[in-house]
């Protein structure tokens, strides 16, 4: 079992930065490869970025590529989203996900193939 907690979101203007955080509770953390989801009002959750359990892998949404950057602190328990030239389409609340996985180096991008998630945390881009 895991336990996942966002930060970090916050109200910012088009084409600014912001860094989220996702805390894991329990143990055997980097037994777990994470992503981050982003839900707009009126839309489906979609994926927007993953990273293997080494965190030698990675993957973006094409949306998001250049812009976002996934990363993780396994001594930390904690996976990270770096998003910079942010828009008003980047409007959502985002969400961490974890799965625990064999594969040091497999990345998921489904949301069913996640098996715990956070509460999520609100990203609102002004123009």
């Known amino acids: 079992q895991v336990q996942l907690v966002e930060s970090g979101g916050g109200l910012v203007q088009t084409g600014g930065s912001l860094r989220l955080s996702c805390a894991a509770s329990?143990?055997?953390?980097?037994?777990?490869?994470m992503a981050w989801f982003r839900q707009a009002p009126g839309k489906e959750r979609e994926f927007v970025t993953a990273?293997?359990?080494?965190?030698?892998?990675?993957y973006y949404a094409d949306s998001v590529k250049g812009r976002f950057t996934i990363s993780r602190a396994n001594a930390k328990n904690t996976v990270y989203l770096q998003m910079n030239s942010l828009k008003p389409e980047d409007t959502a609340v985002y969400y961490c996900?974890?799965?625990?996985?064999?594969?040091?180096?497999?990345?998921?991008?489904?949301?069913?193939?996640?098996?715990?998630w956070g509460q999520g945390t609100q990203v609102t881009v002004s123009s």
């Open positions: 329990g143990r055997s953390f980097n037994s777990y490869a």
């Open positions: 990273i293997s359990r080494s965190g030698g892998s990675t």
């Open positions: 996900a974890a799965r625990r996985d064999v594969d040091t180096v497999r990345v998921a991008l489904r949301g069913y193939e996640y098996d715990y």
